[in-house]
């Protein structure tokens, strides 16, 4: 008696929170007979747009009372200050998404013309259920709280649906869903951008050992489809002719398209390009005197006309890559509000002043030759080049050794071979010795 007490306390309690966050919204705004109102789980496929990768989900809710039908969308963003402000913005990690309304015509126009598959599920509610539900709605469409912090893990459009779901449903959803699953975040952002392999690789990149942990079942909802899956997995409190309904019924698919295929796999293609001319290269060492009477010499690169510009073009590629993700990474750590972008171990990898190498790469794609060296910068370009060797061979000792919580693996086996050896032929090759002030020549 005591524990069914105490469940009946906790159930009213909950309740009463429920109804206590809307409690401004009067009760004539409400439906007279909530017998007549439905809702629906709208649920949008993957696109090929970065923003679209995740897929959508929304709200229908059809009125028969004053025959409205009208969508809610969470997805909605303002870029009127310019794509570049909308982008620093989000870098920073400052993103306020809103709340929007529209009609499933509006709505179900755009998923056409983007050529995405749309699904709609009813969602068994008691009439209870459903007045909790739209007094959130009317609560949340207000515009002092359209506006949301959008966080694409926590707090986006499919958790919205899915926290007001289980406000609803008195925390049911959140009781059903709290078992670990086998993925972590990083597992499930990669699956996504598989269609645009160069997001997947970026991302996975600068994202840190913060998303390497197993996510939950309700975690594990912040993508539409895993919405969708878990809460078909769940019975309703609604019975017709005495049979319990599941919590998602009536299944339609209002559009349907090919989802966008999946690319070429983004590490190998990362790895070869850099592996595949190391080592051709490497084939083409010779050594050359550096004086009339042979006692000095370097090492320098057969058909120089060709090999130079070859390096030239793999060292434009890798330096413009590697100084672009080493500042986003860093950066990141010390100037945005994304914590899964603090501490990356891939910043050994990726320096910010590889940057600096598009000039001296510029060098060898248009002269065919090396940088000459002067006895007041030669110091510094040795120690640069073993300090980056050091760091790959450091990245490599702690990936091998899973010194790391951070998930490193692809690129330990397709990145870290090449990167190595290329920095190693462009401290060979890739700089001309300072002549020594005693040569005579």
């Known amino acids: 008696m005591l524990i069914l007490s105490l469940l009946l306390l906790c159930v009213g309690l909950t309740r009463s929170f429920a109804l206590e966050a809307v409690e401004g919204v009067p009760d004539s705004a409400l439906p007279a007979d909530f017998s007549r109102v439905h809702f629906y ?46 982008s620093f913005n989000f870098f920073r990690g400052i993103m306020n998404y809103q709340l929007g309304t529209g009609s499933p ?53 499919t958790t919205r649906v899915r926290d007001y779901l289980d406000e609803a449903l008195m925390g049911k959803i959140h009781a059903a869903t709290e078992a670990v699953t086998d993925n972590t975040f990083r597992d499930l952002v990669k699956v996504h951008y598989r269609s645009t392999p160069l997001i997947e690789f970026s991302l996975d990149l600068m994202m840190s050992a913060n998303i390497d942990r197993p996510v939950s079942q309700w975690e594990e909802m912040f993508l539409p489809l895993s919405l969708r899956a878990r809460l078909m997995g769940l019975m309703s409190d609604v019975a017709i002719a005495g049979e319990r309904q599941p919590l998602l019924s009536d299944p339609t698919v209002i559009m ?67 100084g672009i993700y080493g500042c986003l990474m860093l950066g990141g750590w010390f100037f945005s509000g994304h914590v899964d972008l603090y501490s990356n171990v891939n910043l050994l990898l990726c320096w910010p002043t590889d ?7 510029g060098r060898w794609l248009l002269l065919a030759s090396p940088w000459p060296l002067t006895h007041n910068s030669a110091p510094f370009i040795n120690y640069y080049m073993l300090a980056r060797l050091f760091s790959v061979v450091a990245y490599a000792v702690i990936a091998g050794f899973q010194l790391t919580a951070q998930s490193v693996f692809p690129f330990l086996v397709t990145v870290t071979p090449g990167l190595f050896l290329l920095i190693l032929l462009i401290w060979i090759v890739g700089f001309e010795p300072a002549k020594s002030k005693n040569l005579l020549l």
């Not at 259920?129 to 709280?145: G, T």
């Not at 790895?271 to 320098?300: D, E």
């Open 41 to 86: 789980l709208i649920t949008v496929d993957v696109s090929d747009n970065v923003w679209d990768n995740f897929g959508h989900t929304a709200l229908r809710v059809v009125n028969e009372t004053d025959n409205t039908d009208t969508v809610y969308n969470w997805g909605l963003f303002d870029t009127s200050g310019g794509i570049v402000q909308f």
């Open 105 to 157: 015509g509006g709505e179900f126009g755009l998923y056409r013309q983007q050529q995405r598959t749309v699904w709609q599920d009813t969602i068994n509610l008691s009439n209870r259920e459903k007045e909790i539900l739209y007094r959130r709605l009317l609560w949340n469409i207000r515009p002092e709280n359209i506006v949301y912090p959008y966080q694409y893990f926590f707090d986006n459009c």
């Open 256 to 322: 349907e398209f090919s989802r966008p295929p999946e690319r070429s796999n983004p590490y190998y293609l990362a790895g070869t390009f850099l592996l595949a001319p190391a080592l051709f290269l490497l084939l083409l060492l010779r050594k050359v005197s550096m004086s009339y009477f042979a006692t000095h010499s370097r090492i320098t690169l057969k058909a120089p006309g060709f090999s130079f510009r070859l390096l030239g073009v793999v060292g434009l590629v890798t330096s413009l890559f590697s």
């Open 355 to 361: 940057l600096l190498g598009i000039l001296v790469a």
